[in-house]
């Protein structure tokens, strides 16, 4: 497959360089409110220290999200463009899905395999609400499978849903690395399964009203 | 010994540059009108010899900055003053013009009988490279056709910059060579904000995400270039709206690194005013720039495009462009309003209403002389048409006249932005003014400065609309100034700033 460049930016920024689906380089930068300044050096830094050239990239995998808009898009906009310029190939990862694979790594669940309860992975979505989705376990090539979701919704009310229909979920404490969005890559390739599909998961529409009657403007700033 | 000085010609050199025309070529002088368009001409160059202030030769170029080849027009030195280099240094001069507004190749015509200029130009690095039989009328004598190439700095020809601009609701990609525009393409999300009266920022920034790759691509189709024969990259990394500039500056990043090539953070107003370049060669300083659009309305004092912009004033409310938005939903007119109040003010009498010229007050121009607001003339239109409609409906009055209500408003918006740009100029002795944005597409706009611009004497720039709107070719243009003039480029480092001041041309 050649190396990978990793990147997401659906929490802080996120980068990291593999081959074989083995980490060479990773850099991390917790900081939600400063992509755009960290984007540049973050992925510079991850090629150096992993010691490969843009051109020797044969993939390029980023995080859609669900993530608050405006930071998303700034790790999505840089794949998007590193490709374009290294000739790269380009595929679309949901970052959520990147967390389950971690998360039942570490509870070591072996490949098409249920886990023993479904998997809750959430991630802060601001204004009180959480994205999430739920994982019944892993297929025969790794990948979690996603049973619901992703959607965004208040804790109490995603909480709610699950006891009402008698789900018992387990939790994840992990954060979205793009480590993590790498080795989902890897499992997705050898399933078959890559998506080329780069789209930004807002899960949300726009802030804005669409005035009903436009001409309402007029009788406002002169009531 | 020289004892001459070279300086620009002038129109009232016009008369002794005659007198020499006559004496030098008296079978086939210029007429005083060819001679009078030529030093007036946006895309020629005229220089005078003066000795005692007396006006000893002259010579003149011309060079479209559309093409990358000049010619010599004329040149002509009195008899008596012949013989001691000053037709070498006239020589100079126009090279070293040619040269600024970046020809590569300068051509002339020479008499076939006349070795003296022939041995000058050949020194000069021209060749003779063509005979064009009977030239010189009546005397039927033939003419030399002779060329120059320029050698090209540093990196053997000018640099090929793409430029990036997302600071607002249109996606641009523009590549430039030099000073020579090669693409501008533009995607708006101008519609998807219609139903919302006006530009939604997440909107906008959705849609620069979506719209990237598609615009590049087809930039690049249009200039027949593969992204490895781009030089550098430069991208607009404000002023905007900040989640739509990020895009751009994180897409900008990521290209740089992944080609290898600079990248170079530009200032979007101060790109609004190096678009000239590409129509002129340059951007001739010092001028004022009226920059009016959505988002915008600056007045900016521009004394050298890379090293010395000052913003004189700026809209302390709405931008003009809201202006018009908001007051043609007053007038249950479409989103965007400025074409709207443009089509619906056509018959309309622009004196019918006199609404308010906002700061233009004795107090208020006081402390805001080059500053404009355009929230109480939105507010002063709102009143009007809701007491206009309320009277109509009592029947104390006729229908709601739309065509008169946007004439006027239009003409206070144009009025106010005109009177305080020409005040800008004849304050600070600038003899040029240069409009930019979206709004100049605004035809009273335009005629009124026009109008008041000749008035008084000042050379009024308005580049094509397809320049004055947001675009990339103004970013690439601006970012070819910094690596023809060796700037470092920027490091990878720099942020989106919303509200970078026009002093940072270049964000380091």
Known sequence: MGHVLAIDTSAGTSVAVLKDGVALAEVEIADTRSHTESIGNAIQDALSAAGVKPNQIKSVAVGRGPAPFTGLRVGIAAALMFAEGSGAELFGIVSLDAIAKQEFAAQSLANDTAAEQPLLVTSDARRSEHYWALYSGLDRHGVPICIEGPAVNRPADIEASLTERGIVAARTSLVISARAIGELFEAQAAAGSLSHDITALYLRNPDAVEPKNLRDFGKKVSG | ?508
Request: proline share 4%; aromatic share 4%; glycine share 8%.
């Open chain 2, 1 to 508: 010994m020289s004892d001459w000085i070279i300086r620009p010609a002038t129109e009232t050199d016009l008369a002794a540059i005659m007198a020499i025309e006559h004496e030098c070529f008296p079978e086939d002088a210029w007429s005083q009108d060819n001679m009078h368009f030529e030093l007036l001409a946006h895309h020629t160059e005229y220089f005078v010899a003066v000795r005692d202030e007396q006006v000893i030769g002259y010579a003149g170029l011309s060079k479209v900055p559309s093409s990358d080849q000049g010619d010599v027009q004329t040149i002509a030195v009195l008899p008596s003053a012949r013989g001691f280099g000053l037709g070498r240094a006239l020589m100079d001069s126009l090279l070293a013009a040619a040269k600024r507004l970046h020809a590569r190749e300068i051509f002339l015509e020479v008499r076939a009988d006349n070795p003296v200029a022939q041995n000058l130009y050949v020194a000069l690095g021209f060749e003779h490279i063509d005979t064009r039989k009977n030239y010189y009328q009546p005397a039927g004598i033939d003419a030399w056709i002779m060329r120059l190439t320029i050698p090209q700095r540093s990196i053997g020809r000018e640099p090929v910059v793409l430029g990036i601009e997302s600071t607002c609701d249109e996606t641009g990609v523009g590549i430039v060579r030099g000073t020579t525009l090669l693409a501008n393409i533009i995607s708006s999300s101008m519609d998807e904000h219609a139903r919302f009266g006006g530009v939604v920022p997440e909107i906008a920034a959705r849609a620069h995400l979506e719209a990237l790759k598609p615009t590049l691509d087809k930039a690049l189709a249009e200039a027949k270039l593969s992204l490895h024969e781009i030089d550098a990259i430069a991208v607009a990394n404000g002023p905007g709206l900040g989640g739509a500039v990020m895009v751009g500056v994180a897409a900008a990043k990521a290209l740089s690194i992944a080609t290898g090539k600079p990248v170079y953070a530009v200032n979007h107003l101060v790109g609004h005013v190096g678009v000239d370049i590409l129509e002129r060669g340059q951007v001739e300083t010092p001028t004022v720039a009226l920059l009016v659009s959505g988002g915008h309305t600056s007045l900016l004092l521009v004394r050298d495009l890379l090293d010395d912009v000052e913003l004189l004033g700026e809209t302390i409310d709405d931008a003009a462009g809201e202006a018009f938005d908001k007051v043609a939903r007053v007038l249950g007119l479409k989103y965007p309003g400025g074409p709207e109040i443009d089509r619906a003010a056509a018959g309309g009498n622009p004196n019918a209403i006199r609404f308010p010229r906002g700061l233009t007050q004795a107090k208020d121009m006081e402390k805001h002389r080059y500053d404009f607001s355009f929230s109480g003339l939105k507010t002063a239109v709102a009143r009007w048409v809701e007491v206009a409609e309320a009277k109509a409906d009592s029947g104390e009055g006729d229908e709601l006249n739309i065509a008169d209500v946007a004439a006027s408003f239009r003409e206070a918006v144009a009025d106010v932005l005109v009177s305080k740009a020409v005040k800008a100029c004849l304050d600070h002795n600038v003899p040029r003014l240069l409009l930019g944005g979206g709004v100049v597409a605004n035809a009273r706009l335009r005629e009124l400065a026009a109008e008041r611009c000749a008035e008084a004497g000042i050379e009024l720039r308005i580049p094509a609309l397809s320049l004055c709107t947001d675009n990339g070719a103004m970013i690439a243009a601006l970012g070819a100034q910094l690596v023809m003039a060796g700037r470092k480029p920027s490091s990878l480092s720099f942020g989106a700033d919303s509200t970078l001041p026009v002093t940072t041309v270049q964000t380091h």
